[in-house]
């Protein structure tokens, strides 16, 4: 009977010993080349309000702020009652108007299916938006800053990979 088994050693050195490889945390450390471990549904985010962006392999990090700032993803595959989890890390938030959302369009303003607040502390996230009974094969999915909370803050997020769960 065949087994996988998971990675042994980095360059020599027992993978318990390991705490990152080119700047990515040994639990996202999918192979020796530093990919992510777990695929996301994006391969690139569109940006409104982004001061940074840097794409990884299967994540993104950036900077975004300003009133109604978003940064997201279409996604064709839409099914209705399907969970979306965005993980990431995140600081430099400063007020409550920051939600991972589900919309309709992609300016997000008017056709929110689903919102969670991200809430007003730094740390490790995870998510969870529902696409309810939407029947729309096409949404457009992302973190948006409600303009209603009058927010202009940036926020910093690290590492975001959305997946279905």
């Given at each position: 009977m065949a087994r996988d088994f998971g990675i042994a050693s980095i360059?020599?050195?027992?993978?318990?010993?390991?705490?990152?490889?080119?700047?990515?945390?040994?639990?996202?450390?999918?192979?020796?080349?530093?990919?992510q471990r777990e695929q996301s549904l994006f391969r690139t985010l569109s940006v409104?309000?982004?001061?940074?962006?840097?794409?990884?392999?299967?994540?993104?990090s950036f900077i975004v702020g300003g009133e109604n700032a978003r940064v997201f993803f279409p996604y064709t595959f839409n099914v209705a009652n399907t969970n979306y989890q965005f993980v990431f890390n995140i600081s430099g938030l400063r007020a409550n108007g920051w939600i991972c959302a589900i919309?309709?369009?992609a300016d997000f303003a008017?056709?929110?299916i689903d919102g969670v607040n991200i809430g007003s502390s730094d740390g490790n996230k995870s998510i969870v938006v529902n696409s309810s009974s939407l029947r729309e094969r096409s949404v457009y999915i992302g973190i948006w800053n409600d303009p209603n909370f009058g927010n202009r803050d940036?926020?910093?997020?690290?590492?975001?990979?959305?997946n279905i769960v």
């Open positions: 360059s020599g050195v027992a993978i318990a010993n390991v705490g990152k490889r080119s700047a990515v945390s040994k639990a996202n450390i999918w192979d020796i080349s530093g990919q409104d309000g982004a001061l940074t962006y840097t794409q990884g392999k299967n994540s993104a919309s309709r369009s008017n056709d929110i940036r926020i910093d997020v690290s590492n975001l990979l959305v």
